[in-house]
């Protein structure tokens, strides 16, 4: 397993379910959000053994996106991440 992106890739497709849910967004968003997430994750991914051992630790652990992989930061988030 290389990262634990899977559980930050998983939340936005709940994220897009509950935006359709909630009709903060139609269903061709909903889709194209859910798709868009689908290739990040495939491309990050070599198999699905790698995504759920990726989802299952970035769900316990927090994902470490926040402070390896992502280029900028927020000064304003509670966690000052």
């Known amino acids: 397993m290389r990262t634990t992106v899977a ?8 994220l897009a379910r509950w935006g359709l849910s ?23 991914h070599r198999s699905w053994e790698e995504f759920s051992a ?11 996106t926040r402070s390896t992989e992502r280029s900028t930061s927020s000064a304003s988030s509670p966690t000052g991440c």
């Open 7 to 14: 559980y930050d890739y998983g939340r936005a497709v709940n």
């Open 54 to 64: 990726g989802y299952a630790l970035g769900g316990c652990c927090g994902s470490t």
């Open 22 to 44: 909630a009709r903060f967004c139609g269903p061709a968003d909903a889709e194209a959000a859910i798709v868009y997430a689908g290739a990040l994750s495939k491309s990050a």
